[in-house]
T-cell receptor
Framework: KNEVEQSPQNLTAQEGEFITINCSYSVGISALHWLQQHPGGGIVSLFMLSSGKKKHGRLIATINIQEKHSSLHITASHPRDSAVYICAAMFYYGGSQGNLIFGKGTKLSVKP | DTGVSQDPRHKITKRGQNVTFRCDPISEHNRLYWYRQTLGQGPEFLTYFQNEAQLEKSRLLSDRFSAERPKGSFSTLEIQRTEQGDSAMYLC????????????FGQGTRLTVV
């Protein structure tokens, strides 16, 4: 069964803190996406990973294929980083919900 | 190709009215997905298509919901007799099939039923 688990569900941080959001998945995937959604806003694609690590500004995404795990890190967090962060996995084989499965999201709030 | 586009971006409707949303996928993508996202939650699967065939439908997709993908290109999601509980973000994504495939995401249509 294709499953994606994301943690934590809610995260509150102080401005400047280093933040980690985790995503694990059940079986083989061809791609892992990290998405961002600000309150009242649309979905923005941050990263697509199939291996290794990617960095964009203060955001870093890593994936460990053997561990079936990915992390999204935010360095020097800022209140404008407050958003819902969602991981989505593209599985090789589809199940009853197709092969694109989303995590439940992490609601991040960064306090000044 | 400018990516996956959804129209409209926002829709406010009165309870009981019908609404229709459109998704235009990446042109060569044969898979198209619809999801619903309520406030503070991750997207929930509604349905997906491979070409023009609707392969799976979630039990979330009641009889008031219907989705089509004529000719295997754009897709429409219609909600009849809208209810306040239908207020959500409706998200579309598309992908090809095969090794190394990745998904592309629309920005979503935000529906508010008043």
């Amino acid at each position: 069964k294709n499953e994606v688990e994301q943690s934590p569900q809610n995260l509150t941080a102080q401005e400047g803190e280093f933040i980690t959001i985790n995503c694990s998945y059940s079986v083989g995937i061809s791609a892992l996406h990290w998405l961002q959604q600000h309150p009242g806003g649309g979905i923005v694609s941050l990263f697509m990973l199939s291996s290794g690590k990617k960095k964009h500004g203060r955001l870093i995404a890593t994936i460990n294929i053997q561990e079936k795990h990915s992390s999204l890190h935010i360095t020097a967090s800022h209140p404008r980083d407050s958003a819902v962060y969602i991981c989505a996995a593209m599985f090789y084989y589809g199940g009853s919900q197709g092969n694109l499965i989303f995590g439940k999201g992490t609601k991040l709030s960064v306090k000044p | 190709d400018t990516g996956v586009s959804q129209d409209p971006r926002h829709k406010i409707t009165k309870r009981g009215q019908n609404v229709t949303f459109r998704c235009d996928p990446i042109s060569e993508h044969n898979r198209l997905y619809w999801y619903r996202q309520t406030l503070g939650q991750g997207p929930e699967f509604l349905t997906y298509f491979q070409n023009e065939a609707q392969l799976e439908k979630s039990r979330l997709l009641s009889d008031r919901f219907s989705a089509e993908r004529p000719k295997g290109s754009f897709s429409t999601l219609e909600i009849q007799r809208t209810e306040q509980g239908d207020s959500a973000m409706y998200l579309c994504a598309s992908s090809s099939t095969g090794v190394g495939t990745e998904a592309f995401f629309g920005q979503g249509t935000r529906l508010t039923v008043v």
